[in-house]
């Protein structure tokens, strides 16, 4: 069993930064690719930007290229979302996901591809 548990969550105004983490514990022993995906009130949860475990593959949703750089550091089990440029679009709970791979430098993109989710933490962004 992996836990993983998302911080950095807070009301900011647009245009600002934030960064949020996520550390996992637990079974780590196993490679893991990490992703962060995101629920507004209302709405499905939804893709936002994906990390291969070596750390040199990442993808991200249309929404949030060019303004959030997703990272990892291994040696702190920890994967990071480094939001700027911050839209109230942004608003919603973000969650931190892994999912266990073979391949360095494979992400997964698909909610059903992780097999661990954190609890979520909010970020909201006001106008």
């Known amino acids: 069993q992996v836990l993983l548990v998302e911080s950095g969550g807070r009301l900011v105004q647009a245009g600002d930064s934030l960064r949020l983490s996520c550390a996992a514990s637990?079974?780590?022993?196993?490679?893991?690719?990490m992703g962060w995906f995101r629920q507004a009130p209302g709405k499905d949860r939804e893709f936002v930007a994906a990390i291969s475990w070596s750390g040199r593959s990442t993808y991200y949703a249309n929404s949030v290229k060019g303004r959030f750089t997703i990272s990892r550091d291994n040696a702190k089990i920890t994967v990071y979302l480094q939001m700027d440029s911050l839209k109230p679009e942004d608003t919603a709970v973000y969650y931190c996901?892994?999912?266990?791979?073979?391949?360095?430098?494979?992400?997964?993109?698909?909610?059903?591809?992780?097999?661990?989710w954190g609890q979520g933490t909010q970020v909201s962004v006001s106008s």
């Open positions: 637990g079974r780590t022993s196993s490679s893991f690719a």
């Open positions: 996901a892994a999912g266990t791979t073979y391949y360095s430098n494979i992400y997964y993109v698909r909610p059903s591809e992780y097999n661990y």
